[in-house]
């Protein structure tokens, strides 16, 4: 894969977008009868037996829920960045300081998404139920292979890409907040993606067969690790959504919202990733087609509809 990305440019258009958090979100809040989520991005369209309403608010709840997991991942992030920038400290000051900075977005991306889900709790009159633990998957995340965590990375960066400019981005009919949200969220990890495709090229540089085989290995269980999380999460949307409604689902009806949510959290968090052109281009030319079919074989399994 052919790229003419640079340290040095990553960090001054870094500096260039660089925004605050009060920026975002002051002085705005949700219109509750929009979509807070993408279509794209949701199991509601899905869901024939939903009505509108029903189906804008499984919205509202899902975008919780999305905004929760992106500060959930970006846990690991920071202290990833952090560690591979001692790899070049004074010597490559353009790298150093494109890491730390790197880092630095990335905690403010954290605090960014703890501010809203705050806004959303006030707006829906009630705390969502979201997943616990992001301490204990950040420390899972890290202890994989170097090489498994940054190609997890790449698909992860790209993946938030896609989605805005794919989703957010033309959406008229979504709540203009959310994507000014994502908008900005995006802005700056546009600058991450191309610095760990660098990190990601540096990190396969040199390993040994048997580190490259390990790499995959350690990326198969991480991509299953998210999938067990996804599956939590969908089962707290459920919870949330029946406590927005004000009403149990019942039966088929749960199971179905149950399992079109889930589809969607597997496609918005695993396969826009690993799917995206900038990392199957890259995976193609760091893996063996042995490694590929192996990585294939693995989310052919995770990404079936699930079952109602």
Partial sequence: MNTTYTYAECLQNSYRVNWKIGDVVDGRRFD???RWLPAQ?????AVASLSADEKTKLSH???????????????????KMLDLAQDFQLEDRDAF???????AEEVKHMALFRELRGRIDETLGFPLALLPGAKDVARTVLSKSNAAVLLFTDATEWMTLLHYLSCFKDNEALD???????????QEESQHARMDHLETVRAFKDISS???QVAIEDLIELVGAVDGLLQQQAALDVENFERYLGRSLKGAERSEVHARVLDA????????GVTH???TELFAELTTPAQQAQVQKALTGLLQPAAA
């Fill in 61 to 79: 709840v899902e975008m919780g829920a999305y905004a929760h997991l992106f500060g959930f991942v970006e846990e690991y992030i920071a202290p």
């Fill in 265 to 272: 959290k597997r496609y918005t968090f695993i396969e826009s």
């Fill in 41 to 45: 991005l949701s199991g509601a369209d």
């Fill in 32 to 34: 509750m009868s929009r």
């Fill in 277 to 279: 052109p900038n990392f």
């Fill in 176 to 186: 203009p907040f959310t994507r000014h949200i994502f908008k900005a969220h995006w």
């Fill in 210 to 212: 048997h580190d490259r």
């Fill in 97 to 103: 300081d494109a890491l730390t900075n790197f880092a």
